[in-house]
């Protein structure tokens, strides 16, 4: 089942991100393990300022709710990582998990609390129409 993640989850959220990092295989984030500082946001996330939605030991979708580059009382929620581990991929939880983020995202906007929110796509990320969400594509990040 799907919920909110709290304050007692940080072990496991952590857990989950050091496993996102690994298979993300971005060179740069390897030796990078500030402890303190991850809980440090996984306490401002928790407090408001995002969202992780966590399927018990299977998988998160984790977001921070941010000011936009363009005006400081504009917000704008993005996701930071969703990972579902590898034995419980080809099922629901993914999807299920995107879609209670879609869902927050709208409630939001509809709330007046943020202007937008995205979601990424990794280029080892499996190929999934985020259109179907109510996406557009807007760019590509690269990375040196």
């Known amino acids: 089942m ?3 993640a709290t304050k007692y989850d940080k ?3 952590i857990e989950m991100m050091q496993l996102f990092r690994a298979e993300a295989n971005i060179e ?3 030796h990078l393990d500030n402890v303190v500082y991850w809980n ?3 306490d401002n996330i928790l407090a408001g300022q995002g969202i992780i939605f966590l399927e018990e030991g299977k998988g998160l979708i984790m977001a921070l709710i941010t000011h936009t580059a363009w ?4 917000f704008q929620m993005y996701e930071l990582a969703w990972y579902v581990k590898p034995e419980y991929r080809n099922t629901t939880i993914g999807y299920r998990l995107l879609k209670q983020y879609v869902d927050y995202g709208k409630q939001l906007k509809e709330q007046g ?3 937008l929110f ?3 796509k990794m280029v ?9 969400f109510g996406f557009n594509k807007l760019d590509e990040t690269w990375i040196q």
Do not use: F, G, H
């Open 2 to 4: 799907i919920r909110k």
């Open 11 to 13: 072990e496991q959220v």
């Open 28 to 30: 740069q984030y390897k």
């Open 40 to 42: 440090k946001l996984l």
């Open 71 to 74: 005006c400081d009382r504009t």
């Open 113 to 115: 609390r943020i202007k």
């Open 118 to 120: 995205t979601i990424a």
């Open 124 to 132: 080892s990320s499996p190929n999934i129409k985020y259109d179907k």
